[in-house]
C-alpha cells in the first residue's frame, strides 16, 4: 500500500500571542524542521504534502527545499478549520496513495518509530490513531463550572498524530460529515461518525503538542533528553 | 473559617522506576521544598499535614523542620491509596479547622496565588477544584483499544489540586464512600459522589503532576522560565 503523509501545518496558534508554532525555534530550529527529519527517516512514505498558512508559505517551502525530502513534497494552503487544511492536502496525493498518515507540525516530538507504527497500524487495521493513557483526572462540567460528573479514567485516551487511514475510508468520511456541523477535532472522529472501526496504538507521553508558550520549554527540555539518548 | 492544608506524599511513584517523587530533585530541591515555599508564603493556612510514605518519612519531616511552617505541621504516615491517606492527614487537623485544603506533592509549581484562589474558592462554593480545559482530543476505547466515541471536548477539563472542601462535607463523603468500591482518583470524586455540588475555578497549565521521569525536565524548564518572570 503506498503511504502519503499530510503535515498540518496551517494552524493560527491563537494561544501563542501570535507566534506561529509550526515555526517556532526549538532548539534552535523550528518545529516544522523537527518534523520533517522524522518523516524524512520513514522511506515508507512515498510522497509528503505539507499544509501551510498563507503567513507560513515561504518559510514553510524553504525549509522543505532543504530537506531530503524536497522531491517527493508539495507545499499547499490550507483552509479555514483543520479538517478543511487536511482534506486539501488529501487531495494533492497522488491516485496511487492508498494509506493517509496525518500528523501535526505542532507535535515537533515525533519519532520515526513512531510513524512507522502508526503506518504499520493504519495498513493492519484501516484506521489506527495514536494514544496515550489519560493522567489527570477529566470531569464533566455545565455551563456554570460545576461538576456533572467524574469520567472512568480507566476508558479514556488522548489522541495524538499521527493518525492513519485507508484513504477510501478517509474520503468517504469526508463526504458523510454534515457541511455544517462543527469542525472535527481529529481525522479519527470523522472516521468514526462516518461508521468505520478505529483502532489505536501506543503513542509517546513525549510527543506533545505544541499549545502554549510554556509548551515550547517542555519541548525544549524534552529534545534536550533525547540528545542524551537515542530517539525516544 | 480556619483552613488547613493537607499534603498528599504518600505516592508509590510507580511509574517513576523507584525515584520517589516527592523527593525528586528540581532545579536542585526536592519537589516538596516547593511545595512547601508556596505553602508558607498564604497565611491563611493556619495548619500543615504532610501525609508521607515509610519510604521518605525521614527525609519529609526534616525538609518540613526547615521551613517557618515548622510549628504548625505535622508529618504523619499515609495508607494504602491516595484516598485512605489524604483521610488520614484530615484526622489529623485541630477541630478548629472548617475548611480543608488538598495538595498533592507531586504538583511542585503551584504558587501562593493558585493555593489563595482555592481556599477562597472553597470557602464561598463549600467545595471547589482547579481545573484546566483539556487541549487534547478525548476519546472512550473499548477493553480492545477500538474507539468507541470521541467525548465533547467543550465540556471536559482536567482536574488539579489544590482541591479545597468544608470539612464536615469531605467528612460526610468519607462516610458514604462504599468501602471496597474501587478508591476514588481525587477528593472532588468523593465529594461529587456524596451528592454536594463541586464548583471548579481556573487552575493552571502548568501546575503539571510529576507522573513519569520526562516529567521532570518538563517541570525543571517551567521552573527556570519562572525565575525569569514572577510567580505565574
Not at 59 to 71: G, I, K
Not at 118 to 137: F, H, K, L, M, R
Request: proline fraction near 7%.
Amino acid at each position: 500500500m503506498r503511504c502519503g503523509a499530510i503535515i498540518a501545518a496551517a494552524g493560527s496558534s491563537r494561544r501563542m500571542h501570535g507566534l506561529d508554532k509550526t515555526l517556532a525555534q526549538l532548539a534552535g530550529r523550528p518545529a516544522l524542521a523537527w518534523v520533517l527529519d522524522a518523516v524524512a527517516a520513514v522511506p515508507e512514505i512515498a510522497e509528503l504534502v505539507v499544509v501551510v498558512s498563507p503567513a507560513n508559505h515561504v518559510a514553510a517551502s524553504t525549509l522543505c527545499q532543504a530537506t531530503p525530502l524536497a522531491a517527493r513534497t508539495v507545499v499547499c494552503l490550507g483552509g479555514t478549520h483543520r479538517q478543511d487544511s487536511v482534506r486539501a492536502g488529501v487531495e494533492r496525493l497522488s491516485p496511487e496513495v492508498e494509506l493517509v498518515l496525518i500528523h501535526d507540525a505542532a507535535r515537533p516530538l515525533v519519532t520515526p518509530e513512531l510513524l512507522r507504527r502508526g503506518i504499520e497500524a493504519g495498513a493492519a487495521w484501516g484506521a489506527a490513531v495514536a494514544v496515550v493513557p489519560v493522567s489527570d483526572t477529566i470531569k464533566q462540567v455545565d455551563a456554570s463550572g460545576q461538576v456533572v460528573s467524574t469520567l472512568d479514567r480507566s476508558s479514556l485516551v488522548a489522541a495524538q498524530t499521527p493518525q492513519v487511514f485507508r484513504r477510501d475510508w478517509l474520503e468517504a468520511a469526508y463526504r458523510h460529515w454534515p457541511p455544517h456541523a462543527p469542525p472535527a477535532t481529529d481525522e479519527a472522529m470523522l472516521v468514526e461518525r462516518a461508521g468505520f472501526p478505529v483502532q489505536t496504538f501506543p503513542g509517546s507521553p513525549d510527543n506533545l503538542k505544541l499549545t502554549t508558550e510554556a509548551d515550547l520549554a517542555v519541548a525544549a527540555a524534552l529534545l534536550a533528553r533525547r540528545r542524551q539518548g537515542a530517539w525516544a
